[in-house]
């Protein structure tokens, strides 16, 4: 695969890592996030962002035959 689409799906890979970290720590500490008071919003902009992230990931794979690994 190209370098560049590479390095995309690299940073793709990491946002979605990032997100679910944040997803996980909504469920493990509910308390520590004192500037989320709605919960339920906060965890749906995380999934929103693996869900962007992921569908990235797959459109690259599609058109150009690689960068989806699950």
């Given at each position: 695969?190209?370098?560049l689409?590479?390095?995309?799906?690299?940073?793709?890979?990491?946002?979605?890592?990032?997100?679910?970290?944040?997803?996980?720590?909504?469920?493990?500490?509910?308390?520590?996030?004192?500037?989320?008071?709605?919960?339920?919003?906060?965890?749906?902009?995380?999934?929103?962002?693996?869900?962007?992230a992921?569908?990235?990931?797959?459109?690259i794979?599609?058109?150009f035959?690689?960068?989806?690994?699950?």
């Amino acid at each position: 695969m190209n370098y560049l689409l590479e390095a995309l799906c690299k940073k793709l890979e990491g946002e979605m890592a990032v997100a679910y970290a944040n997803v996980k720590a909504y469920e493990r500490n509910v308390v520590g996030i004192g500037e989320h008071p709605d919960i339920v919003a906060a965890i749906e902009i995380e999934v929103a962002k693996i869900g962007r992230a992921e569908g990235m990931l797959k459109t690259i794979h599609n058109h150009f035959g690689n960068g989806y690994k699950k």
